[in-house]
């Protein structure tokens, strides 16, 4: 793991400098529209953050952005549409180390991370499991009692193999020692509907994508994989709370294009998000879904994924990280 690590982040640090080396006049870019794409369905916590950066993004480049919803296999889809477009800044994607990393595996594919140039982070959105407020589960005690009396009943969904809510997932099962069915989907959008209508028990969850339904009163959450308190949900047991094993189990996500952009249109596009992010309306409606703000520049987005990658270093040393 050692050696992987290593190669990952040498590979990704020459990403960026080739990046560097590229010729591009940013006065004149964007020329033209520039689609983002949402490697996920649409209402999941992908979605909702893209759509509200997009439109301010537009605004200080001068060219609307164009939202493009493209699930599957854990995100690697909608990563291969970024691949297979011209490394011109004009595609964009939202990707978090998981994503880019972790899902390409699962899909028996190479990792895709040293073929991306950061651009920036978007947020770091607190996951959780939630389900419904029906539910037979009223505390975290009691779901991870049934997990560990019935190994394998009790059924859990994620938004897709190898993302950063499947690894919190393996993880749980791993230091507590139970067994959910674990259910994968194309995103949070689809599981969450079919929480909703009764398919599966539980869904492990970006806040941002649950907190609407929260908050209305349809789901309930039992347990947040964060080491810090969610401000809003304040009754909400972190891991540690529950009795469990801490670690972090949030989703830092942000900005990538293909490597060979040219830094300067890179530094462009980075201009572009971190004005998104920092639109007054845009600020407040994420952090009122609970997703930390983080506009970064593309050095501080790749010492994060170096702290995500190690988030997974046990996983893949035990073999665990594989469809299910």
């Not at 793991?1 to 982040?9: K, V």
């Not at 301010?56 to 297979?84: C, F, H, W, Y």
């Not at 879904?289 to 520049?297: C, Y």
Request: hydrophobic residues 40%; glycine residues 10%.
């Amino acid at each position: 793991m050692n050696m992987q690590r290593r190669d990952l982040f040498t590979a990704l640090g020459a990403t960026m400098a080739a990046a560097g080396l590229g010729s591009a006049r940013a006065d004149t870019f964007p020329a033209k529209q520039i689609r983002w794409v949402i490697p996920f369905a649409p209402a999941g916590n992908y979605d909702v953050t893209s759509r509200l950066v997009a439109e301010p993004m537009g605004k200080t480049l001068g060219q609307s952005v164009l939202i493009d919803n493209r699930p599957g296999a854990g995100g690697v889809v909608g990563m291969e549409v970024v691949l297979n477009a011209p490394a011109d800044g004009y595609t964009i994607v939202m990707a978090s180390f998981t994503v880019a990393y972790v899902a390409p595996l699962f899909a028996g594919k190479q990792p895709m991370l040293p073929m991306m140039a950061p651009v920036s982070i978007l947020t770091t959105a607190p996951t959780l499991i939630v389900t419904r407020s029906d539910s037979r589960f009223t505390s975290a005690a009691k779901l991870l009692e049934e997990a560990k009396a019935k190994p394998g009943t009790v059924t859990m969904g994620h938004s897709g193999n190898g993302t950063t809510n499947h690894v919190a997932i393996l993880r749980l099962q791993l230091n507590e020692n139970v067994k959910f069915n674990v259910i994968p989907y194309k995103g949070s959008g689809p599981g969450i509907n079919d929480l909703l209508g009764g398919t599966i028990d539980c869904f492990a969850d970006q806040l941002t994508s649950s907190m609407p339904h929260i908050q209305s009163g349809k789901l309930r959450p039992l347990l947040n994989f964060g080491l810090g308190k969610i401000p809003d949900l304040p009754d909400v047991p972190t891991l540690k709370e529950a009795g469990c094993t801490p670690f972090e189990g949030g989703t830092t996500a942000g900005v990538f294009v293909r490597a060979e952009t040219p830094r300067p249109i890179i530094d462009r596009l980075n201009e572009g998000v971190v004005a998104g992010l920092k639109d007054e309306n845009t600020a407040r409606r994420l952090r009122e879904l609970g997703a930390i703000v983080r506009p970064s520049t593309p050095g501080q987005f790749t010492e994060a994924l170096k702290a995500d990658e190690a988030n997974v270093a046990e996983l893949l040393q035990k073999g665990l990280l594989k469809p299910e």
